[in-house]
């Protein structure tokens, strides 16, 4: 039996720590089938990451073997007037797409080696990111061919609730919209 990972939770210090791991991680995670990828994909997604590590809501776990990070898992807190709810190809309820300082915790990115797949640490990896927010829900997006990672987070608890797109300059143009309920809402907590 392998040993378990050793899971960390911080935020850019940590994320900083090992960046270009991250990176490399991501790379061969979502370079591969079922995900669509263009070559600039790397590049856009450091400068990405970069640009998260800035935001003081940004949130960061990883997992690491010996010494060497297998998965990680990021996002940041949705700012009220994010563009996140526009583009559906369906119409969603307005109580759906209310934003308000506080509400939403967006999940950026999860990856985790393939070897590492189906041990529970891509869970882990989500629920010990989830644990250290304070937003009452968390969003994320999912590439429609990813099945089996829809079907994870299905497992997980979270719920479709649309899909967005055609997206202009984005790969792929259309993304499934997962939303999981965190805490309660303000009105409904004891």
């Given at each position: ?27 061969a ?27 003081p ?134």
């Open positions: 039996m392998v040993a378990d990972p050793t899971v960390r939770t911080g935020a850019r210090a940590l994320a900083e720590q090992c960046f270009t791991a991250v990176c490399d991680v991501h790379d995670v979502f370079a591969q089938p079922p995900f669509a990828w263009a070559p600039q994909m790397a590049t856009e997604n450091s400068e990405y990451l970069r640009r998260l590590m800035d935001d809501t940004f949130g960061f776990v990883l997992a690491e073997h010996r010494g060497h990070l297998i998965g990680y898992a990021f996002g940041h807190r949705l700012p009220a007037d994010h563009g996140w709810w526009n583009d559906f190809t369906e119409p969603l309820p307005d109580d759906l797409t209310a934003e308000w300082d506080g509400r939403t915790f967006a999940l950026i990115s999860l990856a985790l080696l393939p070897p590492w797949r189906g041990l529970g640490i891509g869970g882990r990896l989500v629920r010990e990111l989830l644990a250290a927010r304070n937003e009452e829900r968390a969003i994320l997006s999912v590439q429609p061919t990813a099945v089996a990672t829809q079907a994870f987070y299905r497992h997980l608890g979270w719920h479709k609730v649309g899909r967005k797109g055609p997206l202009e300059g984005v790969v792929p143009p259309y993304w499934d919209i997962f939303i999981f309920t965190v805490a309660p809402p303000p009105s409904h907590r004891q």
